[in-house]
C-alpha cells in the first residue's frame, strides 16, 4: 500500500504539469485559398474547429467566440513541413558508435529554441527533427509541430506521427568513424557492412526472442529491439544519402531484409537513379540548389526535385538549417526555375509530400476538411520572391501574426546566455553549417573539424 | 561509303565528347529588337538594343540595324543590366570541403600582397552555374586574416584572368571583433576583449610600420636599398588613400570601432557584411562609407532580434542614406543573388532600388559606373534578356551577353537535367 501512495505522488506533479495541447477555432475569410490537393479557390473561407479545419466553402459563418481572419486579398496555403530540420533539439549527434538506434532526439526536446519562432514566420508549422548523420544508423527522429508558447517538451511531439530513424551514407560517417576513429566505416564498402552486420544481429535476436521458453530469451537490448522494428516495418528511414552508388547499395541490403519504408535524404544524386526510386517506392527530400560544399554534391543539378518528381518519386524540399527553414516557400519555388514544375507540384514540395513522407498526410499536408488547422497566410502568392507570411496557424491557434511582432520573442533568457552570441553565417559556402547533420560531432572536442 | 562511316563515327565522338563542355560564345554585331530595355536614366525603352564589338552601341525605338548583325527578336522580354554581386569568392573556391580545391585563404594574417586575380580559375564549373542567371560580373575576395589580400572584379566570361579581369581591385580587411565566431567559440567575454585589443595593437603596429616605410621610401637616395617588403609595400596605396579597402565588419560596436579607424587613418573605405548596419544606420550614413551588405537570406544575429532583421538591413540602411550594395558572400550559390535583392526588395528595399543595389550601386561603389552597372550607349555589353520581373523564380533568362559575348545558356546543371530528366537506358535497358 505505502508502494502505491509513494507512486501517485510521484505522479501528480506530472499530472500537474503536463499540459493540455490548446486547440482553436476561427474563421479565415475571402482569401485565395491554396488547397494543394484539390485545386485554388478564389475568395473562399475557412472554418476551423477545436483544432480541426471544419469546413471549407464561401460565405461560412462564425460563432461569436471565434477569431476571425479577414484574408481579402491574401493568400491561404496549408502549413508548410520540412522533413529535414534540427530545430527544438539540445543534442544531434550521438556521435560514438556507427549504429546508435537506441538513441531519441524526442529525448532531448527544446520548446526554448527561438529557431521554432522563426520557422513560424516563415510559414513552417511542422518539422522533423532529426538525429544527426555521424553515424550509418543514427538515432530516432521525432516529429515536432511548432506549438510555439509552450514550455513542456510533450507539447511540442506530433502525437501519433509514426517513428522515423536517422541513416546515414557517404562521407560523413566515413570521416567520423573511418578517419576520426580508425574503425569500419571508412568507406562505401564498409558502410554497407555495418548495415548487413546491424540488421543480421536484430534478425537472430528477435529469432531468439521467439523462441523464448517460458520466458527465458535473450537479454534485453534496445539497440535491438529498434532494429528488430525498422525490420518489421514500424519505423520509417530517413537516409542522409547523396551518390546514386550508395543509394542503389541500400536499396539492395533493403531488399534482402524485406524493409521498404525509406525516404532519402539530401539525396542530391537522386536524380540519376530516380527511374529505380521509383520502382522501390523510395521517396526524396531534397535541397532546392545546394551543391559543391563537399566532393561528393560536385555532380548535382539544381533540377534535382523536377526530375525525380517528373520520374514518379515522391519529393520535398526540406531546410536542413534554422535559417533555410524560413522561407521554404522560396526554396520550393526555385522548383519552378529548374524544371517548371506547376504551382500545385511545387507547394506540395513543402506540404502533401514532406507529410506522406513523414507518414502524417492524413492529418497534414493539405487544406482539406477533417485535417488539422495548420495554415499560412501570405500577402502575395507564396511561390513569389516578394512574398511576406501574415498569420501562421498551427491547431486553429494563431502563433505567428505579423500585426503582433514584438523584436525579441524569446520565451526564456538563459542567464547564462552571452549576450554577445552571435550567428554570422557569411553564406554557408563559408560557414560549414549547412551540413547541420554534422552538428554536436565536432564540438565535443572528439574530433578536429577539416575544411 | 567507308568514308562516310567514318565521318559519322567521328562526328558520334565528337558528341559525346562534347556533351559536359559549355558550347562557344559568338562575339560581333547583335540587334536585341522589340525589348522592353530597362535603362536607369530613361526608364524603359521599348525598341532595339544594337550591341557592337563589345559594346552597347545604341539603345532606342529606331534603330537602323545593320545587315551584318545577329537578330534576337525580344518580343515580349525585357533587357536588364547585367547583376553584379560585390562580395563572393568565386573563381577561387571549388568544392567547400576540399582544401585543395581552394585558393580563397591563404596562411598568414598579414598578407595584403595576395592577389585574387592570380588564382582565379577561369575554368571552374561554377561560374557557368552562376552566369546563366543573369549574374554576369563578381567580386572575388581573399579571405582569411587581418589582411587577406587583394580583391578583383571579374567577368564570368573568358579564358584568363586577365580576360575576366573587370577594371577593379581593392584591398580587403577583415576588422578586429570582440564577437563570437561562432556556435564552437567558447572563449570568455574577458579573453575575446583582450583578444580584440590585442588585434588593434597590432593594427596600429601595420599602420606604425606604414609611416615609417613611406618616409624611407621617400627619402631613398640612389644607391640607397630599401628590403623587398611585399606586405607593407602592397598595403602602401592604402595607407596613402590611393587605394579603396574594402573592411569586413558586421557586429556594432566594430563597426563603430571601424568607422571611428576609418576616420582617424583617412582610409578610403568601403564596409562589407555589415549585418548590424540597422542598429547604426544613421552612423554610417553620417560617415559617409558606402557599404556591401549581405548574405540577406540569413539567421538574425541574436537570439534577441526580429526575426526579419537580415532581411530588412539593407532596405533600414538605405533609407537612412547609406549608399547599400548586395552580395551573396558565396561561392557555387552567387547565382542567388537575384533572390537575395527580391528578398531586400519586398523587406523595405523596393523594387527598383534592390535592382540598382545589384548593378549600378556596386559599379559605383568601384568607381566602374562609366563602364558596368547600367544600359548605356558606350558602356561593356553585360545584359541579359528574360521574360519578367528579374527577381522572380518563375522568369526564364533566355540570352546573356558578357563584354559582348553572347553566352549559352548551358552549365552543368543544364547538362545533367537534359541527360537524366528521361533517361537512356531507362529502368530496363
Known amino acids: 500500500m505505502k508502494k502505491y501512495i509513494i507512486i501517485i505522488s510521484l505522479l501528480i506533479p ?8 490548446e486547440k482553436g477555432s476561427m474563421l479565415i475569410k475571402n482569401g485565395t485559398i491554396l488547397t494543394v490537393t484539390k485545386g485554388t479557390i478564389d475568395k473562399g473561407d475557412i472554418l476551423i474547429k477545436d483544432g480541426k479545419i471544419h469546413k471549407i466553402g464561401r460565405d461560412l459563418k462564425a460563432t461569436s467566440d471565434m477569431e476571425i481572419i479577414d484574408a481579402s486579398g491574401m493568400f491561404v496555403m496549408p502549413g508548410i513541413i520540412d522533413a529535414h530540420s534540427h530545430l527544438g533539439i539540445d543534442a544531434v549527434n550521438e556521435a560514438t558508435s556507427p549504429v546508435t538506434a537506441e538513441v531519441f532526439v524526442g529525448d532531448a526536446l527544446n520548446p526554448f529554441d527561438i529557431g521554432i519562432y522563426r520557422a513560424l514566420a516563415g510559414g513552417c508549422t511542422t518539422s522533423h527533427a532529426m538525429h544527426g548523420s555521424a553515424n550509418a544508423i543514427g538515432g530516432q527522429c521525432e516529429t515536432i509541430k511548432h506549438r510555439w508558447g509552450t514550455e513542456d517538451p510533450e507539447v511540442l511531439r506530433m502525437k501519433d506521427a509514426p517513428r522515423t530513424i536517422k541513416f546515414a551514407l557517404g562521407e560523413n560517417p566515413m570521416r567520423v568513424h573511418g578517419e576520426g576513429s580508425g574503425i569500419q566505416p571508412a568507406t562505401r564498402m564498409g558502410i554497407e557492412q555495418v548495415f548487413r552486420k546491424a540488421f543480421s544481429e536484430a534478425k537472430q535476436y528477435k529469432a531468439e526472442k521467439a523462441a523464448m521458453i517460458n520466458g527465458v530469451g535473450p537479454l534485453y537490448n534496445e539497440r535491438m529491439e529498434v532494429l528488430s522494428d525498422i525490420l518489421d516495418g514500424k519505423i520509417i528511414i530517413h537516409c542522409h544519402s547523396y551518390r546514386a552508388d550508395e543509394i542503389v547499395m541500400l536499396m539492395n541490403v533493403l531488399k534482402d531484409f524485406g ?30 540548389d545546394w551543391w559543391a560544399y563537399k566532393f561528393e554534391v560536385y555532380y548535382s543539378t539544381a533540377y534535382n526535385a523536377a526530375i525525380l518528381q517528373r520520374n514518379g518519386v515522391i519529393t520535398s524540399i526540406n531546410s536542413d538549417s534554422r535559417e533555410l527553414i524560413r522561407h521554404l516557400y ?13 504551382d500545385d507540384e511545387a507547394l506540395a514540395l513543402i506540404t502533401l509530400n514532406p507529410a506522406k513522407q513523414l507518414g502524417i498526410d492524413n492529418r497534414v499536408g493539405s487544406i482539406e476538411e477533417g485535417k488539422d488547422g495548420d495554415i499560412a497566410i501570405f500577402n502575395v502568392h507564396p511561390l513569389s520572391v516578394y512574398a511576406i507570411p501574415q498569420y501562421t496557424i498551427v491547431d486553429g491557434v494563431v502563433r505567428f501574426n505579423i500585426n503582433e511582432d514584438p523584436d525579441d520573442m524569446r520565451l526564456y533568457v538563459d542567464p547564462n546566455e552571452d549576450i554577445q552570441t552571435y550567428h554570422y553565417e557569411a553564406g554557408h559556402g563559408h560557414d560549414h553549417d549547412h551540413d547541420g547533420c554534422m552538428q554536436d560531432v565536432f564540438e565535443t572536442g572528439l574530433f578536429e573539424e577539416k575544411h | 561509303m567507308k568514308n562516310l562511316i567514318y565521318i559519322l563515327l567521328l562526328l558520334c565522338v565528337s558528341i559525346s565528347l562534347n556533351a559536359q563542355q559549355i558550347g562557344k560564345s559568338t562575339y560581333g554585331a547583335f540587334a536585341l529588337t522589340n525589348a522592353k530595355i530597362v535603362t536607369f536614366n530613361n526608364g524603359v525603352v521599348e525598341g532595339t538594343l544594337m550591341i557592337n564589338d563589345g559594346r552597347i552601341t545604341s539603345v532606342g525605338a529606331d534603330i537602323n540595324i545593320p545587315s551584318d548583325a545577329t537578330v534576337i527578336d525580344c518580343e515580349g522580354k525585357f533587357i536588364y543590366p547585367g547583376m553584379i554581386d560585390a562580395g563572393t569568392t568565386l573563381g577561387l573556391n571549388e568544392i567547400g570541403a576540399v582544401s585543395l580545391t581552394q585558393d580563397a585563404n591563404e596562411i598568414g594574417d598579414l598578407t595584403p600582397h595576395m592577389e585574387a586575380l592570380t588564382a582565379v580559375n577561369p575554368n571552374s564549373v561554377l561560374i557557368p552555374v552562376t552566369r546563366v542567371n543573369g549574374v554576369t560580373t563578381v567580386l572575388t575576395n581573399p579571405t582569411g586574416g587581418r589582411f587577406p589580400g587583394r580583391a578583383a572584379l571579374i567577368n564570368l566570361h573568358g579564358y584568363t584572368p586577365q580576360q575576366m579581369y573587370a577594371g577593379f581591385k581593392g584591398q580587403t580587411m577583415n576588422f578586429p571583433s570582440s564577437g563570437r565566431r561562432g556556435r564552437w567559440d567558447r572563449r570568455s567575454d574577458e579573453d575575446r576583449k583582450k583578444q580584440e585589443e590585442k588585434n588593434l595593437k597590432s593594427l596600429k603596429t601595420v599602420w606604425d610600420q606604414l609611416q615609417l616605410y613611406q618616409q624611407v621610401k621617400n627619402n631613398l637616395e640612389s644607391g640607397d636599398r630599401l628590403n623587398y617588403n611585399p606586405e607593407l609595400e602592397a598595403l602602401l596605396p592604402v595607407y596613402e588613400g590611393k587605394e579603396k579597402l574594402i573592411i569586413n565588419v558586421n557586429k556594432k560596436a566594430d563597426i563603430l570601432s571601424a568607422i571611428k579607424w576609418v576616420q582617424d587613418h583617412k582610409v578610403d573605405a568601403i564596409f562589407a557584411g555589415v549585418a548590424d548596419g540597422w542598429r547604426v544606420a544613421d552612423e554610417l550614413a553620417e560617415a559617409n562609407i558606402p557599404v556591401i551588405t549581405g548574405p540577406v537570406l540569413n539567421y538574425p544575429s541574436k537570439n534577441s532580434d526580429k526575426y526579419d532583421r537580415p532581411y530588412a538591413n539593407a532596405g533600414l540602411m538605405h533609407k537612412a542614406g547609406v549608399k547599400v550594395a548586395i552580395r551573396t558572400n558565396e561561392t557555387e550559390n552567387v547565382r542567388n543573388l537575384p533572390f537575395n535583392a527580391g528578398f531586400a526588395a519586398a523587406y523595405g528595399l523596393g523594387k527598383e532600388q534592390a535592382l540598382k543595389a545589384v548593378t549600378i550601386v556596386p559599379a559605383e561603389i568601384f568607381g566602374m559606373d562609366k563602364e558596368i552597372g547600367s544600359i548605356e550607349v558606350g558602356k561593356q555589353a553585360n545584359i541579359f534578356v528574360c521574360d519578367g520581373d528579374p527577381f522572380e523564380t518563375k522568369t526564364t533568362i533566355t540570352h546573356l551577353f558578357i563584354n559582348g559575348w553572347n553566352v549559352p545558356m548551358e552549365s552543368r546543371h543544364t547538362y545533367l537535367y537534359d541527360e537524366f530528366l528521361d533517361r537512356s537506358p531507362g529502368l530496363k535497358n
Open chain 1, 259 to 288: 524493409v521498404n519504408k525509406i525516404c532519402f535524404q539530401h539525396v542530391n544524386e537522386g536524380f540519376k537513379i530516380a527511374p529505380e526510386l521509383a520502382e522501390f517506392g523510395a521517396s526524396a527530400s531534397v535541397f532546392a
Open chain 1, 14 to 21: 506530472i499530472a500537474l504539469f503536463s499540459q493540455q495541447i
Open chain 1, 330 to 342: 522560396h526554396e520550393a519555388a526555385k522548383s519552378q526555375k529548374y524544371g517548371g514544375l506547376s
